[in-house]
């Protein structure tokens, strides 16, 4: 299938499947919407529609048309990263169209993510306003939003969208092991982006070629001291074994990571003295990188971030703090919100309530141990 006759084909699978037809919508960068690939049907909130029930919670909801046909909408997934949702306008519903419809959008989500790397179209209509500069550098070398498998998993948010500096994540999944990376790099312009770029590159091409840790966080030391001298950045890396719940990480001048187990933040479970920035001040620090490590417990959640969530301003002048930021994961986690959709809602929180603004790059990444039960 050529790109341009990705809707040519979605009408052909809504021929053989024997429905009026299929619509596939895309969340927007922000996930506040829901952005038909047709231009004859309109943009869904996600806060506000049955659409968006379905790409919030992961389950199908049923409707109807304003024909009076019934319409179902099915959860648009590749892997464990939600994509948006398709619509499925059906004269009836009954159990063999349900299956086939599953299966269609099963296949819609490879087809989507196979597109949308190189298609143009599908990156436009998922933006709501124009992307500056350092952030469309840096927006193409993240991974996706959530990673996963049966054993664990990572997922991020990233604000102000459209105008992000230095601020980044990454995270990988081998068959043993989670990796995953907090980064912030000075100052908040093209050469933060760019800092963090090469530093994602370094991290990944040490990983790749097997190394530790320790020796990870000094390949980043070496090229960004060698190419860029006036630059740093702050970083977590962690590693976590899908086995056994081993958590291993290294902390770079960053804030330290939180705990949250069962109901509660475990104070002071991740914290510890942290090491010089990646990149200049390692070079005035001789000591070896320090390697933490715990055991986590099966449903842990480890939270990572950089300070403009926690520093972001209150109504009342206060930050929004530690506190607060736990709280409102550890309510969400008790109402059986998943992951992904509490990070969603937390960020939007920060950006749209009246009691409080982004002062920085504002970015949280979230890795859930879940090993499945003997």
């Known amino acids: 299938m050529a790109a341009e006759d990705f809707a040519v084909t979605v009408s052909h699978c809504a021929a ?17 919407h829901l952005m038909p690939l047709t231009e004859n049907a309109p943009p869904l909130d996600i806060d506000d ?17 304003a024909a009076g046909a019934m319409v179902l909408w099915l959860p648009l997934v590749d892997g464990v990263e ?15 169209t349900l299956r086939r419809s599953r299966s269609m959008a099963t296949l819609l989500a490879m087809m989507t993510t196979s597109k949308r790397a190189y298609r143009e179209s599908f990156v436009q209509r998922i933006r709501t306003e124009p992307m500056q ?28 969208a459209y105008e992000i500096g230095g601020d980044a994540f990454d995270h990988a999944l081998t068959a043993t092991t989670l990796h995953a990376a907090m980064l912030d790099s000075m100052g ?5 982006g760019l800092t963090s770029v090469v530093t994602l590159a370094a991290c990944r091409n040490a990983r790749r070629t097997g190394a530790d840790l320790p020796d990870l966080v000094t390949c980043v030391d070496d090229v960004l001291s060698r190419w860029l001298p006036d630059q740093f950045c702050t970083g977590v890396l ?3 074994e ?28 991740l914290a510890g003295p942290a090491d010089p920035p990646m990149g200049a001040p390692a070079t005035l620090f001789d000591a070896p990188r320090t390697v933490h490590e715990t055991t986590l417990e099966p449903g842990d959640r480890v939270l990572l971030y950089t300070d403009g969530v926690t520093e972001a301003r209150m109504r009342d002048g206060s930050e929004f703090g530690l506190d607060r930021f736990a709280e409102s994961v550890i309510r969400a986690t008790a109402g059986g919100e998943l992951a992904p959709e509490t990070l969603r809602r937390l960020i ?22 879940r090993p499945p039960a003997p």
């Open 188 to 192: 908040h312009d093209l050469a933060s």
């Open 133 to 160: 500069l350092p952030a469309e550098m840096l927006r193409a070398y993240l991974p996706p939003r959530t990673i996963g498998n049966a054993s664990a998993l990572s997922t991020a948010v990233l604000e102000p």
């Open 49 to 65: 529609s049955l659409a968006g029930w379905a790409y919030r919670t992961l389950t199908p909801r049923v409707g109807e048309s």
């Open 16 to 32: 053989a499947l024997g429905v009026e037809q299929i619509v596939v919508y895309l969340a927007d960068l922000q996930q506040r």
């Open 242 to 269: 899908l086995a056994t719940g081993l958590l291993r990480w290294v902390n770079c001048g960053h804030p330290p990571p939180l705990l949250i187990r069962g109901r509660r933040l475990v104070d002071g479970a």
């Open 238 to 240: 962690l590693r976590l």
């Open 348 to 369: 939007h929180w920060l950006l749209d309530s009246e009691h409080s603004r982004l002062r920085d790059d504002a970015t949280i990444l979230m890795v859930e141990w």
């Open 82 to 96: 939600r994509l948006g949702v398709i619509s499925v306008h059906t004269p009836s519903l009954d159990p063999v």
